[in-house]
């Protein structure tokens, strides 16, 4: 059977409606905040509370004072490893709260 001109495979009929209605960024920062714990490791996921994006800037709340100067030494690496689970830069910057 062959393929009628107007017809468009499902996965391009998805990516033409996450462009229409503006939703890839929101997509990719879910998919971004999802990868958090295999990014970061079990342990400092368990003490991180709260996660959100604001202005292309990953704030992150943590209940350890030690933990957040850690985590400060090594948000390069952490910005690269998120924005690479992610599969684009949806980050510029990591801020801990």
Do not use: P
């Not at 604001?54 to 350890?64: A, F, G, P, Y």
Request: proline share 0%; with cysteine.
């Amino acid at each position: 059977m062959s393929r009628r001109s107007t017809e468009i495979s499902l996965k391009d009929a998805i990516e033409k409606m996450l462009k229409d209605y503006k939703l890839e960024d929101k997509l990719l920062e879910t998919r971004l905040i999802g990868s958090w714990e295999q990014v970061a490791g079990k342990l400092i996921a368990r003490h991180t509370r709260e996660l959100y994006i604001q202005n292309r800037v990953l704030c992150i709340k943590t209940d350890i004072a030690a933990l957040k100067q850690e985590l400060t030494y090594m948000k390069t690496s952490l910005l690269d490893k998120l924005n690479k689970a992610a599969g684009s830069t949806v980050i510029d910057d990591i801020r801990f709260l």
